[in-house]
Protein backbone atom coordinates (compact mmCIF):
# COMPACT_ATOMS: atom_id res chain seq x y z
CA UNK A 1 0.00 0.00 0.00
CA UNK A 2 1.22 3.51 -0.87
CA UNK A 3 0.11 6.65 1.05
CA UNK A 4 -0.47 10.13 -0.73
CA UNK A 5 3.23 11.22 0.01
CA UNK A 6 4.55 8.08 -2.05
CA UNK A 7 5.64 6.25 1.09
CA UNK A 8 5.14 2.37 1.26
CA UNK A 9 3.17 1.55 4.30
CA UNK A 10 2.23 -1.37 6.46
CA UNK A 11 -1.00 -2.38 6.30
CA UNK A 12 -2.82 -1.26 9.89
CA UNK A 13 -4.10 -4.64 11.53
CA UNK A 14 -4.88 -4.74 15.06
CA UNK A 15 -4.17 -8.59 15.79
CA UNK A 16 -2.04 -11.15 14.09
CA UNK A 17 -4.04 -14.55 13.63
CA UNK A 18 -1.76 -17.68 14.64
CA UNK A 19 -1.30 -18.43 10.45
CA UNK A 20 0.16 -15.42 9.80
CA UNK A 21 3.54 -14.97 8.93
CA UNK A 22 6.24 -13.97 11.18
CA UNK A 23 6.90 -10.25 11.75
CA UNK A 24 9.35 -8.90 9.34
CA UNK A 25 11.96 -6.22 10.36
CA UNK A 26 11.85 -2.88 10.27
CA UNK A 27 14.95 -1.49 8.13
CA UNK A 28 16.23 1.73 8.98
CA UNK A 29 14.69 3.22 5.91
CA UNK A 30 11.75 2.34 6.99
CA UNK A 31 11.59 4.16 9.70
CA UNK A 32 13.39 6.87 8.02
CA UNK A 33 10.49 7.35 5.95
CA UNK A 34 8.17 7.69 8.64
CA UNK A 35 9.88 10.32 9.75
CA UNK A 36 10.24 12.40 6.56
CA UNK A 37 6.36 12.10 5.89
CA UNK A 38 4.70 15.32 6.38
CA UNK A 39 3.75 15.99 10.19
CA UNK A 40 0.05 15.76 9.80
CA UNK A 41 0.55 12.97 8.05
CA UNK A 42 2.91 11.15 10.84
CA UNK A 43 0.33 11.89 13.22
CA UNK A 44 -2.61 10.77 11.58
CA UNK A 45 -0.59 7.23 11.26
CA UNK A 46 0.32 7.09 14.34
CA UNK A 47 -2.98 7.92 15.94
CA UNK A 48 -5.06 5.06 13.74
CA UNK A 49 -2.55 2.50 14.95
CA UNK A 50 -2.73 3.90 18.40
CA UNK A 51 -6.55 3.60 18.19
CA UNK A 52 -6.54 -0.13 17.03
CA UNK A 53 -4.28 -1.05 20.65
CA UNK A 54 -4.92 1.17 22.94
CA UNK A 55 -7.90 3.28 24.85
CA UNK A 56 -6.65 7.17 23.36
CA UNK A 57 -7.70 8.66 26.40
CA UNK A 58 -6.09 6.48 28.84
CA UNK A 59 -2.38 7.40 29.79
CA UNK A 60 -0.67 5.28 32.85
CA UNK A 61 1.37 6.92 35.73
CA UNK A 62 4.48 5.40 36.78
CA UNK A 63 6.67 7.34 39.65
CA UNK A 64 10.46 6.72 39.57
CA UNK A 65 12.53 6.83 42.72
CA UNK A 66 16.43 6.86 43.23
CA UNK A 67 17.02 4.21 45.73
CA UNK A 68 21.23 4.89 45.54
CA UNK A 69 21.96 7.85 44.47
CA UNK A 70 25.83 9.01 42.63
CA UNK A 71 28.74 7.31 42.52
CA UNK A 72 28.10 5.28 39.66
CA UNK A 73 31.87 3.85 37.75
CA UNK A 74 29.98 4.24 34.52
CA UNK A 75 30.81 7.19 31.93
CA UNK A 76 27.70 7.17 30.02
CA UNK A 77 28.24 11.43 28.98
CA UNK A 78 24.34 12.00 29.70
CA UNK A 79 24.43 10.99 33.30
CA UNK A 80 24.47 13.30 36.48
CA UNK A 81 25.35 9.93 38.50
CA UNK A 82 28.95 9.34 37.11
CA UNK A 83 31.49 9.56 39.53
CA UNK A 84 34.22 10.91 37.50
CA UNK A 85 31.91 14.09 36.11
CA UNK A 86 31.27 17.12 38.69
CA UNK A 87 27.97 17.49 38.75
CA UNK A 88 27.18 18.76 42.75
CA UNK A 89 25.31 15.37 43.28
CA UNK A 90 25.97 13.99 46.57
CA UNK A 91 26.95 10.57 47.04
CA UNK A 92 24.46 8.68 48.79
CA UNK A 93 23.76 4.70 50.14
CA UNK A 94 20.72 3.08 49.49
CA UNK A 95 17.25 4.41 50.84
CA UNK A 96 16.06 2.51 53.51
CA UNK A 97 13.29 0.16 53.27
CA UNK A 98 10.62 2.71 54.85
CA UNK A 99 11.76 5.80 53.32
CA UNK A 100 10.91 3.83 50.27
CA UNK A 101 7.85 2.42 51.00
CA UNK A 102 7.05 6.05 52.46
CA UNK A 103 7.49 7.21 49.17
CA UNK A 104 5.80 4.40 47.10
CA UNK A 105 2.55 5.34 49.22
CA UNK A 106 2.58 8.68 48.08
CA UNK A 107 2.95 7.52 44.67
CA UNK A 108 -0.38 5.58 44.81
CA UNK A 109 -2.32 8.21 46.32
CA UNK A 110 -0.73 10.88 43.50
CA UNK A 111 -2.27 8.26 40.96
CA UNK A 112 0.71 5.87 40.17
CA UNK A 113 -0.21 2.42 38.82
CA UNK A 114 3.60 1.54 38.43
CA UNK A 115 6.71 2.23 41.03
CA UNK A 116 9.77 2.40 39.75
CA UNK A 117 13.27 2.05 41.79
CA UNK A 118 16.72 2.78 40.38
CA UNK A 119 20.15 2.82 41.75
CA UNK A 120 23.38 4.01 39.98
CA UNK A 121 25.56 1.25 39.98
CA UNK A 122 27.18 -0.54 36.84
CA UNK A 123 25.38 -3.87 38.25
CA UNK A 124 24.31 -5.14 41.72
CA UNK A 125 26.47 -7.12 43.88
CA UNK A 126 24.35 -9.61 45.29
CA UNK A 127 24.69 -7.99 49.02
CA UNK A 128 23.47 -5.09 47.28
CA UNK A 129 20.18 -7.36 45.64
CA UNK A 130 19.12 -8.53 48.85
CA UNK A 131 17.48 -5.34 50.07
CA UNK A 132 16.15 -4.90 46.87
CA UNK A 133 14.15 -7.79 46.32
CA UNK A 134 12.54 -7.13 49.94
CA UNK A 135 11.53 -3.33 48.41
CA UNK A 136 10.19 -4.87 45.48
CA UNK A 137 8.46 -7.50 47.66
CA UNK A 138 6.68 -4.37 50.19
CA UNK A 139 5.76 -2.35 47.37
CA UNK A 140 3.86 -5.10 45.55
CA UNK A 141 2.03 -5.90 49.14
CA UNK A 142 0.71 -1.81 48.21
CA UNK A 143 -0.76 -2.87 44.72
CA UNK A 144 1.37 -1.17 42.75
CA UNK A 145 3.12 -2.84 39.84
CA UNK A 146 7.09 -2.89 40.51
CA UNK A 147 9.75 -1.86 38.12
CA UNK A 148 13.59 -1.56 39.12
CA UNK A 149 16.81 -0.03 37.26
CA UNK A 150 19.73 -1.62 38.88
CA UNK A 151 22.65 -1.60 35.59
CA UNK A 152 23.80 -4.87 33.93
CA UNK A 153 22.53 -8.63 35.63
CA UNK A 154 24.99 -11.43 36.70
CA UNK A 155 23.70 -14.60 35.79
CA UNK A 156 21.20 -15.51 38.09
CA UNK A 157 20.06 -12.09 39.63
CA UNK A 158 16.80 -11.68 37.21
CA UNK A 159 15.75 -15.04 38.30
CA UNK A 160 15.81 -13.58 41.74
CA UNK A 161 13.93 -10.51 40.54
CA UNK A 162 11.25 -12.32 39.33
CA UNK A 163 11.29 -14.60 42.20
CA UNK A 164 11.00 -11.54 44.28
CA UNK A 165 7.59 -10.61 41.97
CA UNK A 166 9.05 -7.86 39.57
CA UNK A 167 6.79 -6.68 36.84
CA UNK A 168 9.48 -4.23 34.83
CA UNK A 169 12.83 -4.28 34.38
CA UNK A 170 14.21 -0.93 33.29
CA UNK A 171 17.55 -0.99 30.80
CA UNK A 172 17.77 1.57 27.92
CA UNK A 173 19.34 0.88 24.61
CA UNK A 174 20.40 5.08 25.01
CA UNK A 175 20.98 5.37 21.03
CA UNK A 176 21.88 3.56 17.78
CA UNK A 177 24.91 1.54 17.92
CA UNK A 178 27.12 3.88 15.47
CA UNK A 179 26.29 6.51 17.88
CA UNK A 180 27.00 4.33 21.52
CA UNK A 181 30.64 4.73 21.31
CA UNK A 182 30.25 8.66 21.48
CA UNK A 183 28.16 8.54 24.41
CA UNK A 184 29.34 5.62 26.47
CA UNK A 185 32.83 3.77 26.25
CA UNK A 186 32.50 1.68 29.81
CA UNK A 187 30.31 -0.82 28.24
CA UNK A 188 28.87 -1.61 24.91
CA UNK A 189 25.43 -1.49 23.82
CA UNK A 190 25.82 -5.41 23.92
CA UNK A 191 26.25 -5.44 27.11
CA UNK A 192 22.90 -4.12 27.53
CA UNK A 193 21.44 -6.68 25.25
CA UNK A 194 22.67 -9.46 27.16
CA UNK A 195 20.86 -7.82 30.50
CA UNK A 196 17.42 -7.60 28.68
CA UNK A 197 18.07 -11.22 27.26
CA UNK A 198 18.48 -12.49 31.09
CA UNK A 199 15.71 -10.30 31.81
CA UNK A 200 13.58 -11.73 29.30
CA UNK A 201 14.44 -15.39 30.00
CA UNK A 202 13.28 -14.85 33.99
CA UNK A 203 9.87 -13.91 32.38
CA UNK A 204 9.92 -10.06 33.18
CA UNK A 205 8.29 -7.36 31.09
CA UNK A 206 11.03 -5.27 29.32
CA UNK A 207 11.47 -1.68 29.60
CA UNK A 208 13.69 -0.32 26.92
CA UNK A 209 13.88 2.48 25.24
CA UNK A 210 16.78 5.41 24.58
CA UNK A 211 17.32 9.32 24.87
CA UNK A 212 17.27 11.95 22.28
CA UNK A 213 18.65 15.47 21.78
CA UNK A 214 22.81 14.13 22.70
CA UNK A 215 23.56 15.30 19.13
CA UNK A 216 22.61 12.33 16.99
CA UNK A 217 21.41 12.90 13.48
CA UNK A 218 17.64 11.59 13.09
CA UNK A 219 19.01 8.39 10.76
CA UNK A 220 20.33 7.44 14.48
CA UNK A 221 17.14 8.43 15.99
CA UNK A 222 15.30 5.73 13.39
CA UNK A 223 18.25 3.25 13.90
CA UNK A 224 17.45 3.25 17.69
CA UNK A 225 13.49 2.58 17.00
CA UNK A 226 14.15 0.16 14.27
CA UNK A 227 16.24 -1.78 16.76
CA UNK A 228 13.98 -1.93 19.81
CA UNK A 229 10.91 -2.52 17.17
CA UNK A 230 12.97 -5.31 15.92
CA UNK A 231 14.04 -7.26 19.30
CA UNK A 232 12.15 -10.76 19.20
CA UNK A 233 9.15 -9.66 21.31
CA UNK A 234 9.30 -5.55 21.68
CA UNK A 235 9.68 -3.99 25.05
CA UNK A 236 6.62 -4.05 26.77
CA UNK A 237 7.24 -0.21 27.84
CA UNK A 238 9.49 1.91 25.47
CA UNK A 239 10.58 5.56 27.27
CA UNK A 240 11.77 7.87 25.25
CA UNK A 241 13.79 10.79 27.13
CA UNK A 242 14.32 13.96 25.94
CA UNK A 243 18.00 14.95 27.15
CA UNK A 244 18.38 17.40 30.06
CA UNK A 245 22.02 18.68 29.86
CA UNK A 246 23.57 18.83 32.98
CA UNK A 247 26.06 20.99 33.41
CA UNK A 248 29.61 18.92 34.10
CA UNK A 249 28.69 16.29 32.10
CA UNK A 250 30.34 15.97 28.43
CA UNK A 251 26.76 16.69 27.32
CA UNK A 252 25.86 19.64 29.39
CA UNK A 253 26.07 22.25 26.54
CA UNK A 254 24.13 19.85 24.37
CA UNK A 255 21.81 21.88 21.90
CA UNK A 256 17.96 20.96 22.28
CA UNK A 257 16.33 19.22 20.04
CA UNK A 258 13.53 20.76 17.76
CA UNK A 259 10.25 19.80 19.63
CA UNK A 260 8.80 18.80 16.56
CA UNK A 261 11.35 15.68 16.00
CA UNK A 262 10.84 14.71 19.61
CA UNK A 263 7.06 14.40 18.58
CA UNK A 264 8.19 12.47 15.37
CA UNK A 265 10.36 10.16 17.69
CA UNK A 266 7.68 9.64 19.39
CA UNK A 267 5.47 8.71 16.45
CA UNK A 268 7.97 6.32 15.13
CA UNK A 269 7.85 4.37 18.39
CA UNK A 270 3.85 3.95 18.49
CA UNK A 271 4.26 2.50 14.70
CA UNK A 272 6.74 0.51 14.72
CA UNK A 273 5.49 -1.01 18.22
CA UNK A 274 1.85 -0.81 18.39
CA UNK A 275 1.40 -3.17 21.89
CA UNK A 276 4.07 -1.37 23.86
CA UNK A 277 3.63 1.37 26.17
CA UNK A 278 5.27 4.44 24.94
CA UNK A 279 6.62 6.55 28.17
CA UNK A 280 7.24 10.33 27.79
CA UNK A 281 9.60 10.24 30.56
CA UNK A 282 13.16 12.90 31.10
CA UNK A 283 12.47 16.32 29.64
CA UNK A 284 9.31 16.54 30.62
CA UNK A 285 9.54 19.37 33.02
CA UNK A 286 10.50 21.27 29.76
CA UNK A 287 7.69 20.32 27.41
CA UNK A 288 4.76 22.76 27.53
CA UNK A 289 1.64 21.44 27.58
CA UNK A 290 0.73 21.49 24.13
CA UNK A 291 4.11 19.77 23.26
CA UNK A 292 2.52 16.95 25.41
CA UNK A 293 -0.32 16.60 24.29
CA UNK A 294 1.03 16.15 20.73
CA UNK A 295 2.72 13.40 21.99
CA UNK A 296 -0.36 11.95 23.13
CA UNK A 297 -1.59 12.51 19.76
CA UNK A 298 1.14 10.88 18.11
CA UNK A 299 0.75 7.24 20.34
CA UNK A 300 2.35 8.53 24.19
CA UNK A 301 -0.06 6.69 26.79
CA UNK A 302 2.60 6.64 29.73
CA UNK A 303 3.97 9.19 31.40
CA UNK A 304 6.49 9.58 34.79
CA UNK A 305 4.48 11.56 37.59
CA UNK A 306 5.78 13.34 40.27
CA UNK A 307 8.27 15.51 41.19
CA UNK A 308 11.62 14.26 40.39
CA UNK A 309 13.04 11.64 37.83
CA UNK A 310 15.63 10.45 39.16
CA UNK A 311 18.16 13.48 39.25
CA UNK A 312 15.98 15.70 37.19
CA UNK A 313 12.70 17.44 37.85
CA UNK A 314 8.99 16.66 36.41
CA UNK A 315 6.27 19.36 36.24
CA UNK A 316 4.35 19.15 39.63
CA UNK A 317 1.34 16.72 40.01
CA UNK A 318 -1.43 19.23 40.33
CA UNK A 319 -0.21 20.76 36.80
CA UNK A 320 -0.44 16.93 35.35
CA UNK A 321 -3.63 17.09 37.14
CA UNK A 322 -5.10 19.88 35.49
CA UNK A 323 -3.35 19.05 32.00
CA UNK A 324 -5.21 16.04 32.34
CA UNK A 325 -8.71 17.39 33.19
CA UNK A 326 -8.00 20.06 30.18
CA UNK A 327 -7.73 17.26 27.37
CA UNK A 328 -9.81 14.72 28.81
CA UNK A 329 -7.62 12.28 29.64
CA UNK A 330 -8.04 9.63 32.55
CA UNK A 331 -4.92 8.03 34.58
CA UNK A 332 -4.77 3.99 34.78
Excluded at 117 to 138: I, N, Q, S, T, Y
Aim: contains cysteine; hydrophobic residues 40%.
Amino acid sequence: MTSDAGVVERPLQAHVPDSAPARQPWQVAEVMALFELPFMDLLYRAQQVHRLHFDPNAIQRSTLLSIKTGGCSEDCGYCSQAARYDTGLERERLMPLDEVLENARAAKAKGASRFCMGAAWRGPKDKDLEPVLEMVREVKKLGLQTCVTLGMLKEGQAEKLADAGLDYYNHNLDTAPEFYGQVITTHSQQDRFDTLDQVRGAGINVCSGGIVGMGETRRARAALIAQLANMETPPESVPINNLVPIPGTPLGDAEPLDPFEFVRTIAAARITMPASYVRLSAGRQQMSDEMQALCFMAGANSMFYGERLLTTGLPDADGDDRLFQRLGLKSV
